[in-house]
C-alpha cells in the first residue's frame, strides 16, 4: 500500500518520505502527509467505484456548496486540508450533537445543498448515485432469503405493489443528499460560523427528506427540533411517505448484502415485521 501512496503523491507533485496511514479499509486508505511543512490528506481510491469522491468535490465546488479545500488530486486520489491543522475548521465532536447554535449552521448546509441540488438533478443527474437503484425484485428475494423471514406475508405485499412503488420511485423529484450523516463526517468552523459536510463516498440524488431524518436521528431532541426550523422548507408529504418506505427497505437490502449482517439491519428488520404494510397503505392513498 505505502507504494501505492507515494505513487499517487509523486503524481500530485508532493515529496513525501513518510505518510502516516490513519485507516485503510474497503479499497480506501486515508493518510497523513507533508506537503512543504502543510499537514494535508491523502486519500486514495484502490477500487474505481469510490472514485466518484473526487467528481463529488469538483460538482459542490461547481455549486457553491461549502467543502473543505482539495489542494490536488489524480484521477484515483484527493489531496485535502488537514482538519486538525485548518486554521478555518476543526472535526466535529460527539458533543457537537446537542450544539442547537450549531444545529443553526449544520441546516444552512443542507439548504444550500438540496436548493442547488434540485436544479442540478433536474439537468444532469441521470448517472449519480441513488440508494433506491437498490430496490429491485432480485435484492428483495435475497433480504427474503438472507433474513429467514419467507413466512411473513409483507414479501407477498410487496410482490403485488412493487410495480406501483417503482413506478412512484421513478417521477418522483430528486436532489443532492448527502446520505452519510455523522459528527465524524462534519467539520466545524473554528469560529462557529460555519459547519460543513466532508466524505461524500455517499452522495447522490434522492430525498431531502432522506437526508432530514439521517441527521435529526444523530442529533439530540433540542437540537434537532432547531435543526428543522432552521431548515425551514416544505417537505412534500407524498415523498415524505415514499421516504419512510423505501429507507427501511433499501437498508434492510444494504445490510443484506453485507458479508456479516451489521447490528443496524435489525432495526430495519423490526420495522419490516410490525405494521409495515400499513406504512405502504399510507404511501399508496396519495396520488
Known amino acids: ?50 472514485r466518484r469522491e473526487i467528481e463529488a468535490y469538483r460538482l459542490l465546488g461547481s455549486l457553491g456548496v461549502p467543502t473543505i479545500r482539495v489542494l490536488a488530486h489524480t484521477d484515483s486520489a484527493l489531496l485535502l486540508e488537514d482538519l486538525s491543522a485548518s486554521p478555518r475548521w476543526r472535526l466535529a465532536e460527539a458533543g457537537d450533537m446537542a450544539d442547537c447554535e450549531l444545529a443553526e449552521r449544520l441546516a444552512e448546509w443542507y439548504v444550500c445543498l438540496h436548493a442547488r441540488g434540485r436544479e442540478y438533478v433536474r439537468a444532469h443527474g441521470g448517472g449519480l448515485y441513488d440508494e433506491t437503484d437498490a430496490f429491485t425484485r432480485e435484492n428483495l428475494a435475497l433480504a427474503r432469503e438472507k433474513t429467514d423471514t419467507h413466512a411473513l406475508p ?28 455523522y459528527y465524524t463526517n ?46 425551514d422548507r416544505p417537505i412534500d408529504p407524498a415523498e415524505r411517505a415514499l421516504n419512510d418506505v423505501m429507507s427501511v427497505l433499501v437498508g434492510l437490502i444494504f445490510a443484506c448484502q453485507r458479508e456479516h449482517f451489521p447490528s443496524w439491519g435489525n432495526a430495519c428488520l423490526a420495522e419490516l415485521q410490525n405494521g409495515f404494510e400499513e406504512k405502504i397503505a399510507r404511501l399508496c392513498d396519495h396520488a
Request: proline share 2%.
Open 154 to 181: 409483507i414479501w407477498d405485499a410487496l410482490e403485488r405493489r412493487y410495480d406501483d412503488l417503482r413506478a412512484r420511485l421513478d417521477r418522483a423529484e430528486r436532489t443532492l443528499t448527502y446520505n452519510d450523516f
Open 1 to 50: 500500500m505505502l507504494n501505492s501512496l507515494q505513487n499517487e503523491l509523486t503524481r500530485l507533485g508532493v515529496s513525501c518520505d513518510a505518510p502516516a496511514i490513519i485507516r485503510s479499509q474497503n479499497g480506501v486508505t486515508v493518510a497523513r502527509v507533508s506537503n512543504g511543512g502543510e499537514s494535508c490528506i491523502l486519500k486514495f481510491f484502490e477500487r474505481p467505484e469510490f
Open 186 to 231: 462534519m467539520a466545524v468552523a473554528r469560529d462557529r460560523s460555519a459547519v460543513c459536510m466532508f466524505d461524500y463516498n455517499l452522495l447522490g440524488k434522492g430525498f431531502a427528506s432522506s437526508d432530514l431524518s439521517n441527521v435529526t436521528s444523530s442529533l439530540s431532541k433540542e437540537a434537532g427540533e432547531v435543526f428543522l426550523r432552521a431548515y
